[in-house]
């Protein structure tokens, strides 16, 4: 059964809503930690990654490993691939190197870096990456630059997936700015549901910045949405997202 997460209660579903959830999914969490993914997302996030056949998969936040484990199982279901796990903390980074260390019965290929993913992303070669699980620094500009980094590292109609997409953090609006989708689902704490957006061609033309309150709109720019930036360092908040292009 699932733990409490740390703010004490869930948000959207009960306890016993929770571990019926849990009982329900294929994927197997033991050791489930609070502020790890639920285990019916993991299941939605490794069926897209196996119907999409991808082998080169890249994980923006590791923390303790349960969504990592399911992406080395699901690369061993489609014949093997790469896991790329960036981790900014260096004792998780440290314990996720062991707890990654999985006999498969297809060569499936770990990496584990340790550091800031806004200074990782920029190394993978154009057109490079087939699937990303984000879930690492949810503040909304971080999330912004990554996305402004990543769209040219992704193959065609590869897939992104975002956690933590509604609620505290309502990351849906990055989502969305770029042509995806943004699910509500089962939340077990004050963020979560999942984020998909497939990247074309029609994604590459997209640049999303932080407009604050005091900086015009450049011309061609379009408001989103005026939302709060959450998570620590975050000193200013975020008053509009500007899609350029």
Not at 210 to 238: H, T, W
């Amino acid at each position: 059964p699932m733990d409490a997460p740390p703010d004490g209660f869930y948000r959207h579903i009960s306890q016993e809503d929770a571990d019926l959830l849990t009982a329900a999914s294929l994927t197997r969490v033991p050791d489930w930690e609070p502020g790890s993914t639920e285990p019916w997302i993991i299941d939605i996030v490794v069926a897209l990654l196996v119907g999409g056949g991808f082998r080169r998969v890249v994980e923006l936040g590791g923390y303790k490993g349960a969504s990592s484990r399911a992406l080395i199982h699901a690369l061993d279901r489609v014949c093997g691939g790469d896991l790329v796990v960036v981790e900014l903390d260096p004792t998780l980074a440290h314990d996720l190197a062991t707890r990654l260390n999985i006999t498969t019965t297809h060569p499936v290929t770990v990496h584990v870096i340790q550091g800031n993913t806004l200074d990782v992303i920029p190394a993978f070669p154009d057109r490079s990456i087939g699937f990303v699980w984000v879930d690492g620094c949810h503040d909304t500009p971080h999330v912004v630059e990554e996305m402004n980094r990543l769209i040219p590292k992704m193959a065609e109609n590869g897939i992104v997936c975002f956690h933590d997409v509604h609620g505290h953090y309502n990351l849906r609006k990055i989502v969305e700015a770029f042509g995806g989708i943004a699910l509500d689902l089962p939340r077990v704490s004050s963020s979560g549901g999942l984020g998909i957006l497939q990247v074309t061609d029609a994604t590459r033309g997209i640049q999303l910045r932080v407009n604050y309150a005091q900086d015009p709109l450049a011309s061609g720019e379009r408001v989103i949405a005026v939302l709060q930036a959450f998570g620590q360092g975050c000193e200013k908040a975020v008053d509009h997202y500007s899609a350029v292009g």
